[in-house]
């Protein structure tokens, strides 16, 4: 599951939404550990919106996100996020964070 949001405008978050999964399907066909392809998978994204767009079309645009895989077999939830955006699991009706904060300097 993965919600991105654009942030000055919607360019970047469709691009992602488009692209995210691709790149972390990709990275995880030889049975990687998400917590080493999910990290991955968020910097090649970086480097491919560099590459196949120019200033003039992503201006000062950009996008938080948040990726959650669920690996059923293994029973464990595994959480991305760049940028403000969070996750919470709810259980027994109390919301245990899955995400912290990124920010520019951490």
Known sequence: FAV????GGPL??????????ELFDTLSKDGSDPSVTLPKAFLQFDDYLSKETTPDE??????TA???VINHTAKKIYCANSGDARAVLC?????IPLSN???PSN
């Open 4 to 7: 991105f949001d654009g942030h």
């Open 12 to 21: 970047v978050a469709r691009i992602a939404g488009k692209k995210t999964h």
């Open 58 to 63: 992503s201006g000062a645009t950009g996008c």
């Open 66 to 68: 948040n990726v959650v």
């Open 91 to 95: 259980r027994s009706g109390k919301a």
């Open 101 to 103: 904060d990124h920010r």
